[in-house]
């Protein structure tokens, strides 16, 4: 079974700085990674996803991660927040060797970011 | 491309009455579509799985029979809630199978019962 754990419910960066968002996942084959943004009252909009080749993925509006399989993580970054990053982050991970189930999705908790001007 | 739909993007019923929700993808045809379920301030909960032409696979604790849905063609999935009642209020989202092991969201909708 896999899990995806996201370590801070909630984080505040000020306008401009680094955001930081961690994920760490649980899992028995190497998997396919992705992070997601939800904007209130919105359906899930992807940012980026890792599948297999460079570990280093940039997504949209400026975000990337890291796929660290020694340390179990892929973590998002952003180098300098904007107002409009304000939004809930979901970390989600599938299994790309479980046949009919490798498109399901196992969703961490969610964290949300606020940036504070 | 790969644009998911959902309608109604917000209903209120009465408890009792039933509830049906259209997912559509928009741009492509979509083999598998599946169904999640996400309360306020949390993270979504997938609650079936519904392939084109067959019945769809509910996962654990999520009632088949109050829960209906359909997929009977390649860009459409209905979601209904039957006999609705005040905790069925929830905010529902259903998703395209994509690319491997990706997912194209719908914009979701939020139910409310009364």
């Known amino acids: 079974a896999q899990s995806v754990t996201q370590l801070g419910s909630h984080v505040s960066v000020s306008e401009g700085a680094l955001v930081l968002l961690r994920c760490n996942y649980s899992?028995?084959?190497?998997?396919?990674l992705f992070w997601y943004v939800q904007y209130p009252n919105q359906g899930l909009q992807l940012l980026l996803k890792?599948?297999?080749?460079?570990?280093l993925v940039k997504g949209i509006n400026g975000f990337e991660a890291e796929f660290k399989k020694s340390e179990t993580s892929f973590h998002l970054t952003k180098p300098s927040a904007h107002m409009s990053d304000a939004a809930e982050y979901f970390c989600?991970?599938?299994?790309?060797?479980?046949?009919?189930?490798?498109?399901?999705?196992?969703f961490g908790k969610g964290t949300k970011l606020s940036v504070i001007p | 491309g790969a644009v998911v739909s959902q309608h109604p993007s917000w209903v209120i019923c009465k408890s009792g009455t039933s509830v049906k929700i259209e997912c559509r993808s928009l741009?492509?045809?979509?083999?598998?579509m599946f169904w999640y379920r996400q309360f306020p301030k949390q993270s979504l909960m997938l609650m079936a799985t519904?392939?084109?032409?067959?019945?769809?696979?509910?996962e654990q604790g999520v009632e088949k029979d109050k829960f209906l849905i359909n997929h009977a063609s390649l860009t459409l999935s209905t979601l209904t809630v039957t006999s609705a009642h005040p905790e069925d209020s929830s905010f529902y989202i259903c998703?395209?199978?994509?690319?491997?092991?990706?997912?194209?969201f719908g914009p979701g909708t939020r139910l409310t019962v009364t």
């Open positions: 998703s395209a199978r994509g690319q491997p092991g990706e997912q194209y």
């Open positions: 899992s028995s084959v190497p998997p396919y």
């Open positions: 890792y599948t297999t080749g460079a570990t």
């Open positions: 989600a991970v599938s299994d790309p060797y479980s046949g009919a189930g490798s498109y399901q999705l196992t």
């Open positions: 741009d492509f045809q979509a083999t598998t």
């Open positions: 519904s392939n084109e032409g067959s019945k769809a696979t509910y």
